[in-house]
Every structure is written in structure tokens, then in C-alpha cells.
């Protein structure tokens, strides 16, 4: 049987870990006590991570997790433990909710700053509010430090901490903060970042981009830790990735949401009946599933036997739990799944599940993924917003050559062409068979786009293309026009010409006389694009052939929560899916119009 340690135990183990490790070291270092050692003696250990450990345990001061009024000694937990002993120069972590990897990396820098001279900490919380719990959990690690180690500040604000005293060896020591508004790059020009610590980035407002690259820039050769919960496959889950595949000199961490002790709900057990396990609690038993005389009872009871009972994916679920625990030698090595400790974490989980779900256990499930992971794959995708759903992003047809008597569609994306910009994209589609049947993206200018966009046209039985009307399409227009007739370059009616149309004051081919060539576009039939978009790939409308392509659309996301903009997440493009989504539209809303039919034809109206 597992053993269930209390609250109280586990203190004591975690102070009896602290004497042993502080023994340990006197032993190391001469026999003297750890508590009266100097600050020379410090710094001349600090590279022993044994030794930070030991420093941050004994001096540092933080507020109790659960009473804002008890000052108490920074002890680490098991994630900040292990964390602590394989954390390198560029790390990535990403986490679960309440881990306390912010208070970590926040004493770790604290303790530099006050221990060494020249140090240019950078901390980077992702609102003004954390920005200011920071700034809390500072004063409280400065105030509380034992006199001989409170180094004299030379400044200190609520954004800024600067320390000069050199009777303790310290000089031109700074701790800022700069939360990551728009318009503050600027501010990073021409510094030397020797610590950075960045929280929570997928939630960064305003050009996450420019920000980000002006920050690693300034921290290039420093200590830098990216910590975050998952918010979709943006700038964090790159590097994430980076650092799970040991490019780039990061270093990726993750851990479950188990590896912390507090998620726990005491008293549950796991109880067999009729050959199924279930989760009760302590104020439970079999007998209350047995129990019912009437049908409505029997009904009842078979009911509760059903929200009781563990599943395949939570039995999984469990075991991984109990492989933990047996890593950390919380429960014997005999231990099964179904013992009581791992009990206690499945009510948990359960109970966070309803919590965030309410009666949509699928939804409560989902957001659990991205605020309590599991493993490092579902809460990526749990939190990504997508345009379309990833399980209808694959191939399913092959790419097409043209065939006699077919029409197609082709439409643009246009870009500056420029190497470091976004490149442009071209999408051909069968009007028959809705097939993808050609996809490419190439660095060009806009006007010579528009010889390629001619040999496509010319190949693909003279099919109309649709170009975008904005600044580097009308240059990309204007060329097409001159090599290719008229009407075989898109254009599409305004609501009053139309309207003009049906009310019969002006002709079809009056009112196409007076409209310039390209698909207009606005914000508001530009989410129009992406929702067309997405029902003709769901629905297999739109049959997919290029892996390129439904790659790239992995990363095309709302950008709000009204989905009234979108586009690729930082770091990625969406050229290919934007030159998708124009041909999409002009099929669905305006092609058969451009070939001849607008609305409802007033009588005697020309047909084109």
C-alpha cells in the first residue's frame, strides 16, 4: 500500500533536506556553520548550484502561498528543485498554473543582483498586473534579507531597484521591469542584458514580434528564461520546440501538473465493483451504488456508478501519476495506480475539469490541457485559436495538371518580393471538382508576379485570376492587364452598382464599366474569407493537395475573440492560405456574377 505523507511530514522532510544539505556543505567547506558564512564566501561558491540553493532556502523571504500576511523562508518545491539543478543559460519552460517558476527565477536573479557587481537584470512580465505582484515579491526578498547581505540601493521604485555599496562589494547592480507595451523597443537600443526573465509571451500585447527581437538582442550573451503557459503555436512554442530538439542552445523544460504536491484532494479512494474501478470519497461506499428500491433510485444509482467510474484515458492518466510518484519515492515501489495517493490527484483532476467546463466536459477537458498539461502536444493545440480545425488540415487529393474543357480559378496573394519580407502565393483551384490543384510561393516583385500569374492562366484553359486590389497588388493588376485580355482578371461589383443593376439604371456591362479590376477588400468580408474558408475544408468543399500549404495553415489564427481579424501567428506566415482564401470567396460569392449574372436580373437586363 502507498503511504500518504501529510503536510506536516513533508515540511519536516523538506527541512531535514535543508540541515542535510547544509551539513553536507560545512563538511565540503571546512566545518564551518553555513549561516555565518560571509558574503566573499558566497560568491566565491556561487557556481555550485548546491550552494544557491542553499542561499535562496536560508535567506530569501517570500509570502505564504496561503496567508498574504505570513512572511516565510523560500523553500523549493519539487519542480523548482529539479528545475534548479538542470536550468542552463537559455531556457524555455513551459508550465502549468501556481508552479512558482516566477518567484524561482525572480529570487535566483535577486540573489545575483545583490552578490555580484554589474549585473543588468530584465524582468518581463506580460501586464502591468504581474508587473506589479513582481515588484511585491522584490521588496519583500530585499526587506526581509539579513542585514550583513542588504546591499545600500542607490535607487529603488516600483520599477526599478539599483544597488551601490561598495562596503559590500556590490556596484551598479540593477533590477528593472518593462512590461511589453507597443512602442517600448525603443527602450532596449544599445543595453547589455545579463539576466533576462520573460513571462507568459503568447499574451503580450501589441507587435510581439519587434518586441521579442529588440529583448534578444539586448540579452544576447546573458542568462535568459522563457517561461509561459501555452497560448497557441506562436514565438514561446518555436522555441519551445527548439529546445526540445537542442537547436538554437536552448534548453526546453516541461512539467505535468503533477509534479505539484498541493493538487490533491484528500480522502478519495479507489473502490472495485462489478469489475470496474471507481473514484469515491471518503463519505462514499459501495453500499450507497447498491442501495434502491424504486426504479427511479436503481436509475439514480446506475447514473452515479457512471460519473464514478475511471475511464481507460484516466486509468492511463493515473499511471503515469504513480510512475511519478515512485520517482520521488512518495509511494513504495509496489505502489499500483489505484492506490490511495494517486486517488487524491484524479479527484483533482476532476474536480478542475467541472470547475472549468461547467456541464461541457469536453470544454472543461480541453481548457484543463492548456491550463494544467498533461504532456507537451495537447496543450499547444488546446490553445490555439485556429482559422481550421487542424484534424482537416491534410492532404487528400493529389495536385492536377490542366485537362481540356475544365475551368479553374487562380488566386493571389502579392507581396513586395523583397528577402526579408513575406513572400507571395498562388493557389489555383478546379471549379468542378473544388481540387487544389496547384500551390506555389516565391520571392517576387509584384509586376513580375504577374507574367507568372499569365503562363498559370495560359496553362489552365485561360482561367480567370484573382488578385487582391491593396498597394502591391494594383502594380501586380496593372502589368496582368497588359498581358492577358481583360476578361480574364477579376473584378466584382460594389452593393450600390449591383444595386444600381437590379433597379435597371445602368446595364450589367455599364456597371462592371465603372468598377476597377481586383478583389476589394475590407475587415469585414475579410473574416469572411476565413470563414468561407474554413467550411469549404471542413465540409471537403476544397480538396487539399499540398502538405506546404496545410502546414502553413497550422498557424493561421483568430486574433481576437470576436473573430473579426486574423492571420499567422508571430513568427509564421499565412501567404499561401490568404491566396486560398481570395479564389475561395470570389467562388462562393462573385465568380458566377463576373461570368455574367448579378442578383436578381431585372427584366430585359443584358447578360454578359
Same mark, same amino acid.
Given at each position: 500500500?502507498?503511504?500518504?505523507?501529510?503536510?506536516?511530514?513533508?515540511?519536516?522532510?523538506?527541512?531535514?533536506?535543508?540541515?542535510?544539505?547544509?551539513?553536507?556543505?560545512?563538511?565540503?567547506?571546512?566545518?564551518?556553520?553555513?549561516?555565518?558564512?560571509?558574503?566573499?564566501?558566497w560568491?566565491e561558491?556561487?557556481?555550485?548550484?548546491?550552494?544557491?540553493?542553499?542561499?535562496?532556502?536560508?535567506?530569501?523571504?517570500?509570502?505564504?502561498?496561503?496567508?498574504?500576511?505570513?512572511?516565510?523562508?523560500?523553500?523549493?518545491?519539487?519542480?523548482?528543485?529539479?528545475?534548479?539543478?538542470?536550468?542552463?543559460?537559455?531556457?524555455?519552460?513551459?508550465?502549468?498554473?501556481?508552479?512558482?517558476?516566477?518567484?524561482?527565477?525572480?529570487?535566483?536573479?535577486?540573489?545575483?543582483?545583490?552578490?555580484?557587481?554589474g549585473?543588468?537584470?530584465?524582468?518581463?512580465?506580460h501586464?502591468?498586473d504581474?508587473?506589479?505582484?513582481?515588484?511585491?515579491?522584490?521588496?519583500?526578498?530585499?526587506?526581509?534579507?539579513?542585514?550583513?547581505?542588504?546591499?545600500?540601493?542607490?535607487?529603488?521604485?516600483?520599477?526599478?531597484?539599483?544597488?551601490?555599496?561598495?562596503?559590500?562589494?556590490?556596484?551598479?547592480?540593477?533590477?528593472?521591469?518593462?512590461?511589453?507595451?507597443?512602442?517600448l523597443?525603443?527602450?532596449?537600443?544599445?543595453?547589455?542584458?545579463?539576466?533576462?526573465?520573460?513571462?507568459?509571451?503568447?499574451?503580450?500585447?501589441?507587435?510581439?514580434?519587434?518586441?521579442?527581437?529588440?529583448?534578444?538582442?539586448?540579452?544576447?550573451?546573458?542568462?535568459?528564461t522563457?517561461?509561459?503557459?501555452?497560448?497557441?503555436?506562436?514565438?514561446?512554442?518555436?522555441y519551445?520546440?527548439?529546445?526540445?530538439?537542442?537547436?538554437g542552445?536552448?534548453?526546453?523544460?516541461?512539467?505535468?501538473?503533477?509534479?505539484?504536491?498541493?493538487?490533491?484532494?484528500?480522502?478519495?479512494r479507489?473502490?472495485?465493483?462489478?469489475?470496474?474501478?471507481?473514484?469515491?470519497?471518503?463519505?462514499?461506499?459501495?453500499?450507497?451504488?447498491?442501495?434502491?428500491?424504486?426504479?427511479?433510485?436503481?436509475?439514480?444509482?446506475?447514473?452515479?456508478?457512471?460519473?464514478?467510474?475511471?475511464?481507460?484515458?484516466?486509468?492511463?492518466?493515473?499511471e503515469?501519476?504513480?510512475?511519478?510518484?515512485?520517482?520521488?519515492?512518495?509511494?513504495?515501489? !509496489?505502489?499500483?495506480?489505484?492506490?490511495? *495517493? @494517486?486517488?487524491?490527484?484524479?479527484?483533482? &483532476?476532476?474536480?478542475?475539469? +467541472? #470547475? =472549468?467546463?461547467?456541464?461541457?466536459?469536453?470544454?472543461?477537458?480541453?481548457?484543463?490541457?492548456?491550463?494544467?498539461?498533461?504532456?507537451?502536444?495537447?496543450?499547444?493545440d488546446?490553445?490555439?485559436?485556429?482559422?481550421?480545425?487542424?484534424?482537416?488540415?491534410?492532404?487528400?487529393?493529389?495536385?492536377?495538371?490542366?485537362?481540356?474543357?475544365?475551368?479553374?480559378?487562380?488566386?493571389?496573394?502579392?507581396?513586395?518580393?523583397?528577402? !526579408?519580407?513575406?513572400?507571395?502565393?498562388? *493557389? @489555383?483551384?478546379?471549379?468542378?471538382?473544388? &481540387?487544389?490543384?496547384?500551390s +506555389? #510561393? =516565391?520571392?517576387?516583385?509584384?509586376?513580375?508576379?504577374?507574367?507568372?500569374?499569365?503562363?498559370?492562366?495560359?496553362?489552365?484553359?485561360?482561367?480567370?485570376?484573382?488578385?487582391?486590389?491593396?498597394?502591391?497588388?494594383?502594380?501586380?493588376?496593372?502589368?496582368?492587364?497588359?498581358?492577358?485580355?481583360?476578361?480574364?482578371?477579376?473584378?466584382?461589383?460594389?452593393?450600390?452598382?449591383r444595386?444600381?443593376?437590379?433597379?435597371?439604371?445602368?446595364?450589367?456591362?455599364?456597371?462592371? *464599366?465603372?468598377?476597377?479590376?481586383?478583389?476589394?477588400?475590407?475587415t469585414?468580408?475579410?473574416? =469572411?474569407?476565413?470563414?468561407f474558408?474554413?467550411?469549404a475544408?471542413?465540409?471537403g468543399?476544397?480538396?487539399?493537395?499540398?502538405?506546404?500549404?496545410?502546414?502553413?495553415?497550422?498557424?493561421?489564427?483568430?486574433?481576437?475573440?470576436?473573430?473579426?481579424?486574423?492571420?499567422a501567428?508571430?513568427?509564421?506566415?499565412?501567404?499561401?492560405?490568404?491566396?486560398?482564401?481570395?479564389?475561395?470567396?470570389?467562388?462562393?460569392?462573385?465568380?458566377?456574377?463576373?461570368?455574367?449574372?448579378?442578383?436578381?436580373?431585372?427584366?430585359?437586363?443584358?447578360?454578359?
Open positions: 500500500m502507498a503511504r500518504v505523507k501529510s503536510v506536516e511530514e513533508l515540511k519536516a522532510r523538506m527541512g531535514a533536506a535543508v540541515d542535510h544539505a547544509a551539513d553536507q556543505l560545512s563538511e565540503e567547506f571546512g566545518g564551518f556553520d553555513i549561516q555565518l558564512a560571509p558574503i566573499k564566501w560568491r561558491n556561487w557556481p555550485d548550484k548546491k550552494v544557491q540553493k542553499l542561499f535562496i532556502e536560508n535567506f530569501i523571504r517570500i509570502r505564504s502561498k496561503h496567508n498574504d500576511n505570513e512572511i516565510v523562508p523560500f523553500k523549493f518545491n519539487d519542480v523548482q528543485s529539479d528545475y534548479h539543478f538542470r536550468r542552463t543559460r537559455r531556457n524555455v519552460v513551459l508550465k502549468a498554473r501556481q508552479f512558482g517558476f516566477s518567484t524561482y527565477e525572480l529570487a535566483l536573479k535577486f540573489c545575483k543582483a545583490i552578490l555580484f557587481s549585473r543588468n537584470i530584465r524582468e518581463v512580465p501586464d502591468p504581474a508587473e506589479e505582484e513582481f515588484w511585491s515579491r522584490l521588496n519583500v526578498m530585499y526587506d526581509h534579507l539579513p542585514s550583513r547581505f542588504r546591499p545600500a540601493t542607490k535607487y529603488r521604485s516600483k520599477e526599478k531597484f539599483e544597488f551601490h555599496d561598495l562596503a559590500k562589494g556590490v556596484s551598479n547592480s540593477v533590477i528593472t521591469s518593462l512590461n511589453p507595451r507597443p512602442g523597443e525603443g527602450k532596449l537600443r544599445s543595453q547589455t542584458i545579463t539576466d533576462a526573465h520573460l513571462t507568459e509571451i503568447p499574451f503580450w500585447a501589441g507587435d510581439q514580434e519587434s518586441f521579442f527581437t529588440a529583448l534578444m538582442a539586448a540579452a544576447e550573451k546573458g542568462d535568459i522563457l517561461e509561459s503557459t501555452a497560448g497557441g503555436k506562436e514565438k514561446f512554442h518555436l519551445y520546440e527548439q529546445g526540445k530538439r537542442g537547436k542552445g536552448w534548453t526546453s523544460f516541461f512539467y505535468e501538473w503533477w509534479w505539484l504536491r498541493e493538487n490533491r484532494i484528500k480522502g478519495f479507489f473502490a472495485n465493483f462489478e469489475d470496474k474501478w471507481l473514484l469515491l470519497s471518503d463519505e462514499e461506499s459501495i453500499l450507497d451504488f447498491t442501495d434502491g428500491e424504486t426504479e427511479d433510485e436503481r436509475i439514480a444509482n446506475r447514473h452515479r456508478i457512471d460519473d464514478a467510474k475511471v475511464t481507460t484515458d484516466e486509468i492511463e492518466i493515473c503515469k501519476i504513480l510512475s511519478h510518484l515512485k520517482s520521488l519515492k512518495y509511494v513504495d515501489r !509496489d505502489a499500483t495506480w489505484h492506490c490511495f *495517493e @494517486v486517488a487524491e490527484y484524479l479527484a483533482w &483532476r476532476r474536480l478542475k475539469i +467541472e #470547475e =472549468l467546463g461547467g456541464l461541457d466536459k469536453k470544454r472543461g477537458l480541453k481548457l484543463f490541457r492548456v491550463e494544467h498539461p498533461e504532456n507537451d502536444i495537447d496543450c499547444f488546446s490553445s490555439v485559436r485556429n482559422v481550421i480545425s487542424p484534424l482537416y488540415l491534410k492532404v487528400t487529393c493529389e495536385p492536377q495538371e490542366p485537362i481540356p474543357g475544365r475551368e479553374y480559378l487562380i488566386g493571389a496573394d502579392t507581396s513586395l518580393g523583397t528577402d !526579408d519580407g513575406d513572400s507571395s502565393a498562388i *493557389e @489555383v483551384i478546379d471549379l468542378q471538382t473544388g &481540387r487544389q490543384c496547384h +506555389e #510561393e =516565391l520571392k517576387i516583385s509584384p509586376d513580375l508576379l504577374a507574367y507568372r500569374l499569365q503562363e498559370l492562366s495560359d496553362d489552365y484553359n485561360g482561367a480567370v485570376v484573382c488578385v487582391e486590389r491593396n498597394n502591391t497588388g494594383i502594380a501586380t493588376i496593372k502589368k496582368l492587364l497588359e498581358l492577358v485580355e481583360p476578361e480574364r482578371v477579376y473584378k466584382e461589383l460594389t452593393a450600390a452598382l444595386r444600381d443593376v437590379e433597379d435597371g439604371k445602368l446595364s450589367y456591362d455599364e456597371a462592371m *464599366e465603372k468598377v476597377e479590376f481586383g478583389v476589394v477588400t475590407s469585414a468580408n475579410k473574416s =469572411l474569407y476565413a470563414v474558408l474554413e467550411q475544408i471542413r465540409t468543399e476544397i480538396g487539399l493537395s499540398n502538405q506546404e500549404w496545410c502546414d502553413q495553415a497550422q498557424n493561421v489564427i483568430w486574433l481576437n475573440a470576436q473573430k473579426t481579424q486574423w492571420g501567428m508571430s513568427g509564421f506566415h499565412d501567404d499561401r492560405v490568404l491566396a486560398m482564401a481570395i479564389v475561395n470567396y470570389v467562388r462562393m460569392t462573385g465568380y458566377g456574377e463576373f461570368r455574367g449574372f448579378v442578383g436578381v436580373m431585372p427584366e430585359g437586363a443584358p447578360m454578359r
